[in-house]
């Protein structure tokens, strides 16, 4: 099992950067394959990125590809995503995700994060 806590969001305008972290406790993170999510007010949870255990992989959502990076530090068990030339319709609540096996992390992780709050002005 692990536990997801990110943390990095905040308020920006458009066409700033923004690094999220995501920690995750316990010994097993190199493991998992990592995602990121989003959730924008009145909108279902999308997909934005993935990146698999040892970090050679990944993989990311049209929306954000060219802007967004997902990357990870297996020696700290943290995972990031730097969000560069960010647009108003960036604005979400970020949530990070897990689950054992690559293919599955961008569709049904296993484990969620809080989240953490994204908002992007004009």
């Known amino acids: 099992q692990v536990q997801l806590v990110e943390s990095g969001g905040g308020l920006v305008q458009a066409g700033d950067s923004l690094r999220l972290s995501c920690a995750a406790s316990?010994?097993?993170?190199?493991?998992?394959?990592m995602g990121w999510f989003r959730q924008a007010p009145g909108k279902e949870r999308e997909f934005v990125a993935a990146i698999s255990n040892g970090g050679l992989r990944t993989y990311y959502a049209d929306s954000v590809k060219g802007r967004f990076t997902i990357s990870r530090d297996n020696a700290k068990n943290t995972v990031y995503l730097q969000m560069n030339s960010l647009k108003p319709e960036d604005t979400a609540i970020y949530y990070c995700a897990a689950h054992y096996q690559y293919v599955y992390v961008r569709s049904k992780p296993d484990y969620w994060g809080q989240g953490t709050q994204v908002t992007v002005s004009s």
């Open positions: 316990g010994r097993t993170f190199s493991s998992y394959a």
